[in-house]
């Protein structure tokens, strides 16, 4: 199974302290696109990373500092995974909807030419943090009639994915009051059935320079509402191994303290002796707090 990682983006609304762009914003230590290489890149044949073509330069500079810039074990492991990664430049600014459209027609050509005929492909954003490689375990269990997405129950969720009882997707909603389901920046797609949703909804909403939507863009999430409209619904489940993501510098900095404080929870579970095991995010927190607690 192939990865892309949709980067796309112009850089308009986030730049970190030095001036970086989000995917390239350092986390654990590397930039995070390289963190998510790292953490789940394993699992995959090849990893397509959609960029911005205005940003070509800054992921080759990345490329290139890496061996000089970065610890051994992290370069080395970016290394092991580096002929699978195959740099895809569109012209965008025009949505992450826009952006998988354009990467899943890149990879369908490419599959072509190499003779591969996957089924199904992960897609992911270039700002989604992994602590470990759990969620991508749970989801390559599916085999989606169209999209499988895990989420996770969260507090006043900024954007709730609207399910039914049996986990059918209905659309989203913004500004949620109370619990509700978030996305958690990693789906699973059925690479011919997506591929002729989003270019069917491209045809119905686009008028030449934009999207008929309030900024002009194509949101990928707003597919759901279009796919349950036509009886094609995606299906979600609630993931133990939630993922992160940033919009801001100060979501970025929580995020930075997190895995540090995660490595150092490792550390004393390894002095504990406890059996090495994938820790689902729920128990990290919860020992975090009791390191907290006890002025650890």
């Known amino acids: 199974m192939d990865l892309i990682i949709v980067a ?4 308009s609304r986030f730049t970190d302290e030095n001036g970086t762009i989000k995917p390239l914003a350092e986390v654990n230590g590397v930039p995070n696109i390289f963190n998510t290489v790292m953490t789940i890149g394993h699992h995959f044949d090849r990893i397509i990373i959609t960029i911005n073509q205005k940003h070509e330069d800054l992921f080759a500079n990345a490329l290139a500092r890496m061996f000089d810039q970065y610890p051994d ?18 012209t965008t600014g025009l949505g992450s909807g826009h952006a998988v459209m354009e990467s899943l027609d890149s990879l369908k050509r490419r599959s072509l030419s190499e003779s591969k005929s996957n089924k199904n492909v992960i897609v992911t954003w270039g700002d989604a943090v992994f602590h470990n490689d759990g969620i991508i375990k749970e989801l390559t269990q599916y085999d989606p009639v169209a999209m499988v997405l895990p989420v996770a129950k969260e507090i006043n969720p900024y954007l709730g994915v609207i399910l039914d009882e049996n986990c059918k997707c209905y659309g ?20 011919k059935r997506m591929s002729d949703i989003l270019a069917k ?15 002009g863009e194509f949101g990928f999430l707003f597919i759901l509402k279009y796919m349950a409209e036509n009886m094609i619904y995606a299906s979600a489940f609630e993931t133990r191994f939630p993922t992160r993501s940033y919009n801001n510098t100060a979501e970025l900095e929580k995020i930075r303290k997190e895995l540090f404080n995660i490595t150092e929870v490792k550390k004393q579970l390894d002095k504990l002796g406890k059996p090495k095991r994938t820790f689902t995010a729920t128990e990290i927190i919860n020992h975090i707090n009791e390191l907290d607690n006890n002025g650890i």
């Open 8 to 11: 796309a983006g112009n850089g």
């Open 201 to 215: 909804y491209h045809e119905l909403t686009w008028y030449g320079k934009c999207y008929d939507s309030s900024n």
């Open 73 to 90: 074990d992290q370069a080395i492991s970016i290394a092991e995974n580096l002929d699978k990664i195959v740099i895809h430049p569109i």
């Open 172 to 191: 989203i909603e913004f500004n949620v009051e109370g619990e509700g389901y978030h996305d958690q920046s990693v789906f699973m797609l059925n690479i």
